[in-house]
């Protein structure tokens, strides 16, 4: 119940903050052209709290559901651009009213609301990077054998310096780089043994999505070298019934080694029902389990283990100085903001399949988990989220504000505005293609 309330707390202070940031991007620019406002609001439904500024002309609310928010502005809405209801507005109000505003005004006050998302994002990565964070150093604890990291002449114990000339200093970055080359070859600068080396690393296409891989591990073969360790033994698995225990340390199935669990995992769901051969560590002793995987619904093996895993090398902290830190915020936030667009276009092309999109459940829970790790996890996590929320509202459907540009822009080519019947019908479309696909997320939580 505590972490169900924790994960509540964390999500709705988020999407307040985010909505907030996003909702008073269109405000300040409205007020600052001189565009009237009439409701500032966070969230929708009853309001909870209310109250006006102090020129008595805005109202605003913190609404029931913190789900999104709006800015309401005179002459926004398709039956306020109707002659009927401009002809009961003052001189004052029609001068001032949205529909009435030059196209330049109208797209500056479209554009604020991401661009906001944006600015905010870039902010929160230039304090991450100052703050700094604990992270798993680039080394190289383990190649595979006749991999292509082999073959490319990687060695355990190898430090990533920088891939195709940007610095690396986390494994989370070197990974991040080398799903850029698939496809092509990561040319790599190492540290080894004092000296700094260069090797060529080429990383073949691959049929499932770069994105959707670890690539250090899946494609080009080597890892961090992570300790293994059986975290929980279900009670009556296969597990329990062979003798293994919690904390028992895997070294090798079958005479292979085990440096993530992803390994582990494969190897145990391709030997349902047959004998698999596990070396163990428990405490300063090895030792040799035959264990044989239940066969599950797909017939595919199961042991009934919870497993975990701890690196080899020792985290470090890793924080900026004031330029790098700067520098930091604007390329972090333009390589998720790429990225972002990469996975919407891949979706709609089905390359990325759709199941991947998460709703509120998954936002939720990822925010409880990066509020568990700390202030700078958090801290990163509401960049990533605001960054989306721009990309997302710069999409041109209606009801976003990417749809508001697509109308302005028509506007601007015909030299008059557009129908409101017609903008009506359209944003209907767009209210009905953006609540199904919200309704598809939820979906998507519900099922994981």
Request: charged fraction near 15%; avoid cysteine; proline fraction near 5%.
């Amino acid at each position: 119940m505590t972490e169900i309330i924790h994960t509540s707390l964390a999500f709705v202070v988020a999407i307040a903050l985010l909505v907030a940031v996003h909702e008073y991007g269109h405000f300040s620019m409205a007020r600052r052209l001189g565009i009237k406002v009439e409701k500032f609001s966070i969230g929708f439904g009853p309001a909870l709290f209310s109250w006006r500024s102090r020129d008595r002309e805005v109202l605003y609310v913190i609404a029931a559901i913190p789900l999104g928010g709006y800015v309401k502005m005179l002459g926004e809405n398709p039956d306020e651009q109707q002659d009927e209801a401009q002809a009961t507005l003052s001189e004052q109000d029609r001068a001032r009213a949205f529909n009435n505003q030059p196209v330049w005004k109208r797209a500056a006050v479209a554009v604020a609301g991401p661009g906001y998302n944006f600015l905010f994002a870039i902010l929160v990565y230039m304090v991450v990077g100052w703050i700094g964070q604990q992270v798993l150093p680039p080394v190289i604890g383990d190649v595979a054998p006749a991999s292509i990291a082999e073959q490319a002449g990687l060695h355990v114990g190898d430090r990533v310096i920088s891939v195709g000339g940007s610095p690396v200093h986390s494994w989370q970055q070197l990974e991040e780089k080398l799903k850029q080359y698939v496809g092509s070859t990561a040319s790599l600068k190492l540290l080894r043994d004092g000296s700094t080396i260069k090797r060529q690393l080429p990383l073949p296409a691959q049929k499932k999505d770069a994105l959707l891989m670890n690539v250090t591990d899946q494609v080009a073969g080597f890892g961090p070298g992570l300790v293994i360790h059986i975290a929980e033994v279900m009670a009556g698995s296969a597990a329990e019934h062979y003798g293994l225990r919690n904390g028992d340390v895997v070294k090798q199935i079958d005479g292979w080694p085990v440096s993530n669990i992803g390994q582990f995992i494969a190897r145990i769901k391709a030997h349902a029902g047959q004998n698999v051969t596990m070396v163990i560590q428990r405490g300063d002793n090895l030792m040799t389990l035959n264990v044989i995987p239940s066969p599950d619904q797909k017939k595919q093996g199961r042991l009934g283990v919870r497993l975990a895993s701890r690196s080899l090398y020792d985290s470090e902290e890793y924080s900026m100085g004031l330029i790098e830190g700067v520098r930091y915020g604007f390329s972090r936030t333009w390589e998720m903001t790429v990225m972002t667009l990469g996975v919407f276009g891949k979706m709609v092309t089905s390359a990325i399949p759709a199941d991947n999109l998460g709703g509120p459940i998954a936002i939720a829970q990822l925010a409880g988990k990066t509020a568990d790790m700390g202030l700078v996890y958090f801290l990163g996590f509401l960049a990533l989220i605001s960054v989306n929320l721009g990309v997302l509202n710069l999409l041109p459907v209606p009801i976003l504000d990417g749809g508001l540009l697509i109308y302005l822009g028509m506007e601007k080519l015909r030299g008059k505005p557009l129908s409101p019947k017609l903008l009506e019908v359209t944003q209907m479309m767009g209210l009905v293609l953006i609540v199904s696909l919200m309704m598809f997320a939820f979906y998507n939580d519900l099922s994981r």
